[in-house]
T-cell receptor, first 115, second 119 residues
Framework: AQKITQTQPGMFVQEKEAVTLDCTYD???????LFWYKQPSSGEMIFLIY??????QNATEGRYSLNFQKARKSANLVISASQLGDSAMYFC????????????FGKGTKLSVIP | DVKVTQSSRYLVKRTGEKVFLECVQD?????MFWYRQDPGLGLRLIYF???????EKGDIPEGYSVSREKKERFSLILESASTNQTSMYLC??????????????????FGPGTRLTVL
C-alpha cells in the first residue's frame, strides 16, 4: 500500500532563506504522481507542485522546486527566498496506486518563517 | 483558475441534527471528493464521486452519505450528527484525466473548507 512519511512536524526558517521540507514515500508501482499542498491558517489546501515518476527533470514552479530522488523514494520540497506568507502547513501526497484518482497524504510539516 | 466553493466556512449544529455540506466546482471536473481533517490524523477520504450519481466509499464513510445529482455539485450529508464528527471538512475536485503511461496524475483542487462543530 502507498504510504507518505513527513518526518518534520515543525520547521523554522529565517525570512529570505531557503528551506527544504522532507517527504519519503513507499510504493511498489512504477507509475505514480507526487504532489505538494500548502495549507495556511485559513484552512484552504493550495496545490503547489507536481512530479510524475517518469519525469526526468525535477519540477519547478516559481520559488518552489521538488528534489526528486526516485531511488531513495524521496520528493522533498524546496522553497527559495522564504517569505512571511509561506508560514503554513505543507502536505506531501501521492496517488493511491497506478491510475488511481485517490491521493494519500502525509501528516504534514508546519513551517514558520521568522522575520 | 479552478474554483471550488463550499457552502459555509463555519457551522455549528446540535447532536442528532441532519447536516448538509455543499460543494460546487466550476471547471466541469468529473471527480469530486470529500475529506475530513483532524489534528494528528491528517486528511482522510470520506467519499468520492467520479461521475454524476456515482459514488465510492473512502476510508471513513461510516455516519456519512453523499449526493451528486449534477456534475458541478457534491453534497456531504451527516444523517444524525454526533460530537465525534466535529472536524474540518474539505471538498476537492479533479478533471478525471489520467495518462497512465506518463504517470500524469489528476491534480485535486480544494475548496476553502468548512469547520463543523457538533454540540
Amino acid at each position: 500500500a502507498q504510504k507518505i512519511t513527513q518526518t518534520q512536524p515543525g520547521m523554522f526558517v529565517q525570512e529570505k532563506e531557503a528551506v527544504t521540507l522532507d517527504c519519503t514515500y513507499d510504493t511498489s508501482d512504477q507509475s505514480y504522481g507526487l504532489f505538494w499542498y500548502k495549507q495556511p491558517s485559513s484552512g484552504e489546501m493550495i496545490f503547489l507542485i507536481y512530479q510524475g515518476s517518469y519525469d526526468e527533470q525535477n519540477a519547478t514552479e516559481g520559488r518552489y522546486s521538488l528534489n526528486f530522488q526516485k531511488a531513495r523514494k524521496s520528493a522533498n520540497l524546496v522553497i527559495s527566498a522564504s517569505q512571511l506568507g509561506d508560514s503554513a502547513m505543507y502536505f506531501c501526497a501521492m496517488n493511491l496506486g497506478a491510475g488511481s484518482y485517490q491521493l494519500t497524504f502525509g501528516k504534514g510539516t508546519k513551517l514558520s518563517v521568522i522575520p | 483558475d479552478v474554483k471550488v466553493t463550499q457552502s459555509s466556512r463555519y457551522l455549528v449544529k446540535r447532536t442528532g441534527e441532519k447536516v448538509f455540506l455543499e460543494c460546487v466546482q466550476d471547471m466541469d471536473h468529473e471527480n469530486m471528493f470529500w475529506y475530513r481533517q483532524d489534528p494528528g490524523l491528517g486528511l482522510r477520504l470520506i467519499y468520492f464521486s467520479y461521475d454524476v450519481k456515482m459514488k465510492e466509499k473512502g476510508d471513513i464513510p461510516e455516519g456519512y452519505s453523499v449526493s451528486r445529482e449534477k456534475k458541478e455539485r457534491f453534497s456531504l450529508i451527516l444523517e444524525s450528527a454526533s460530537t465525534n464528527q466535529t472536524s474540518m471538512y474539505l471538498c476537492a475536485s479533479s478533471s478525471g484525466l489520467i495518462i497512465y503511461e506518463r504517470a500524469l496524475t489528476d491534480t485535486q483542487y480544494f475548496g476553502p473548507g468548512t469547520r463543523l462543530t457538533v454540540l
